[in-house]
């Protein structure tokens, strides 16, 4: 079963508006990452956070994480119509295991 | 290699026959993971390699699934008796750290008619 749920689960934006997306999970993590992947493609890794911090930068992208809510969000600024994908965030548990769970997916759609 | 390289890109079985699903990891890369992902859901975790060890194939769905990565590099997924739930995008990643983004591959999309 999967860990994470993003919310929304589908978001329509204007080229230039920011995309914020939110992912819950369940557990205590080690540290929770982001990932895009368009259609019919594998993933791309964006941003790793880790348990200890609180917020994280990394070009358009911004990633805050609250532990104590078990919740981060993904702010992408000044959209791009090349942004379009779904986006996942994952966990890796704080039990020492190395692979991660996977939420939902948020599917950003940024019209030109 | 530059990335992580899976064959074949596409699959299409006939119920029944058993299937064979590669996956090239990053040259160096300790950590090998394979998932499974349904059209319109997230990956889900099938099993993870640490060298040529498979520590974790909890998600593996049934008998019918195996995995192995006997030198450590690359991996083969197997399925057996493929049934037509087993329809799905199989992806394969790797990572040389705990604190490490993934790099997946392609993926294979696996078809059972």
């Known amino acids: 079963s999967q860990q994470g749920e993003e919310d929304p689960q589908a978001l329509s934006i204007q080229e230039g508006e920011n995309a914020t997306m939110n992912c819950s999970y369940k557990?205590?993590?080690?540290?929770l990452q982001w990932y895009r992947q368009n259609s019919g493609r594998g993933l791309v890794h964006l941003i790793l956070?880790?348990?200890?911090?609180r917020e994280k930068h990394s070009g358009r992208l911004r990633v805050t994480l609250d532990t104590s809510k078990k919740s981060s969000s993904l702010l992408i600024t000044a959209s791009r119509a090349a942004d379009t994908a779904s986006y996942f965030c994952?966990?890796?548990?704080?039990?020492?295991?190395?692979?991660?769970?996977f939420g939902t997916g948020t599917r950003l759609t940024v019209i030109p | 290699g530059a990335g992580v390289s899976q064959s074949p890109r596409y699959k299409v079985a006939k119920r029944g026959q058993d299937v064979a699903l590669r996956c090239d990891p990053i040259?160096?890369?300790?950590?090998l993971f394979w998932y499974q992902q349904a059209l319109g859901q997230g990956p889900e975790f099938l099993t993870y390699?640490?060298?040529?060890?498979?520590?974790?194939k909890s998600g593996l769905p049934s008998d019918r699934f195996f995995a192995e990565r006997p030198e450590g590099s690359v991996s083969t997924l197997k399925i057996q008796r493929t049934q037509q739930e087993d329809s799905a995008v199989y992806l394969c990643?790797?990572?040389?750290?705990?604190?490490?983004?993934?790099?997946f591959g392609s993926g294979t999309r696996l078809t059972v008619v």
């Open positions: 994952a966990t890796g548990d704080s039990g020492g295991a190395n692979n991660l769970f």
């Open positions: 990643a790797s990572s040389n750290g705990l604190n490490n983004g993934y790099t």
């Open positions: 390699f640490q060298n040529e060890a498979q520590l974790d």
């Open positions: 040259s160096g890369h300790v950590s």
């Open positions: 557990t205590s993590i080690n540290n």
């Open positions: 956070i880790r348990s200890n911090e």
